[in-house]
Structures are given as C-alpha cells and as structure tokens.
C-alpha cells in the first residue's frame, strides 16, 4: 500500500477515536458523580465544626437545602451579601460554593472551601439527601 494512503487511514481511524470521546464526554455526567456515604463522613469531619443538618451552629442547618433560597434559614444571622444573593441552592451551585463561596458570593461570611473534586462531590451527593425533617 502506498504511504499516503496508509495516512489516510491513520487520519480516519484517529477521527474516528476522537468522535468516540466527544460521545462520551457528551453522555457521561458533567462531573464524577459523588457517593453520598463518602460524603457523610466527609460532612462530618470537614463541615461539623460550624453546621449541623437540623441545628444553626457557627453556619445554618443544611436539612432541606437542595431547592431552598441562599440565606433564607429563619432566625440565622446571614451576611448581607448571601441573603441579598438570589441563588436557590441545587447541586450545580452547591460544587461552585464549595469550590470558592467567595467567588460565587462576594462578601459572604464562609471562610471555608473544599479544594479536592471527588470530596466536593460526595459531600454535594449527600447534602441532596438531606430532607426538611417533618
Ligand atoms: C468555619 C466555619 C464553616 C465551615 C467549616 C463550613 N461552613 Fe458553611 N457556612 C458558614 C457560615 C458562617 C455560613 C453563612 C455565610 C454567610 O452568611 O455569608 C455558611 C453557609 C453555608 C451554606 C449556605 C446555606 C444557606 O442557608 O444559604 C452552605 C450550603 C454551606 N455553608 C455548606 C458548607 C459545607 C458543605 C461545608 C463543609 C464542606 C461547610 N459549609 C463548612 C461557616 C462554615
């Protein structure tokens, strides 16, 4: 077989490895889904000094958060910044405010962040469990 073609294969088949990926980079999941028992333990070592899930602390209760609006626990003393922010909480944002609160609201009073993608993730898959208790 002659040179240029066997580069025209080449090419093909490199083409064709490429389209596969952008597949899979398209099906798969926006980032690595998380494992929310993971999380759990990381919640508690990592976000218990300051929050619990029913009880305000150092920071606001968590039951319920997925779907409820930023700085809306009754009764918690909010920064201005976060109350005034207009965000509803979902998991998307939940990674963006752990990955830098800072960044996403400025002049908000958590002075903490998570700087491992696979612990953020677990600890956003176990806060999207945690319902309002009845
Ligand atoms: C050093 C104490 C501290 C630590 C540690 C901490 N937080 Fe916070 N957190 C706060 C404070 C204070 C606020 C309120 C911020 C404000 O009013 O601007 C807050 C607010 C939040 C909010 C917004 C809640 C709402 O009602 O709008 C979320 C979500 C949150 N924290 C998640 C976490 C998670 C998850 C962790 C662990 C990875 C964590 N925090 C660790 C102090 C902390």
Redesign the pocket.
């Known amino acids: 077989m002659r040179a240029d073609t066997w580069r025209a294969l080449s090419f093909s088949a490199g083409t064709f490895v490429l389209g596969l990926v952008g597949w899979a980079g398209l099906i798969g999941p926006a980032w690595p889904a998380g494992d929310p028992a993971r999380g759990e333990q ?2 508690e070592s ?2 218990g ?3 619990s899930v029913r009880e305000d602390r ?3 209760r ?1 039951a319920g ?1 997925i779907g ?6 009754p009764g ?4 201005p ?3 005034a922010s207009g965000l509803v ?1 979902d998991a998307a944002l ?1 990674e963006r ?2 990955t830098d ?1 800072q960044a996403l ?1 400025p ?6 962040r ?1 700087g491992d993608a696979a612990v953020r993730a677990d ?1 956003v898959a176990y ?1 999207a469990t945690l319902r309002e208790p009845r």
């Open positions: 990381a919640y990592r976000c000094g300051c929050h150092v920071g606001p968590h958060l409820r609006r930023a700085g809306s626990v918690f003393d909010y920064s910044a976060l109350r909480w939940l405010w752990l609160p609201v002049g908000q009073r958590m002075g903490f998570v600890i806060l």
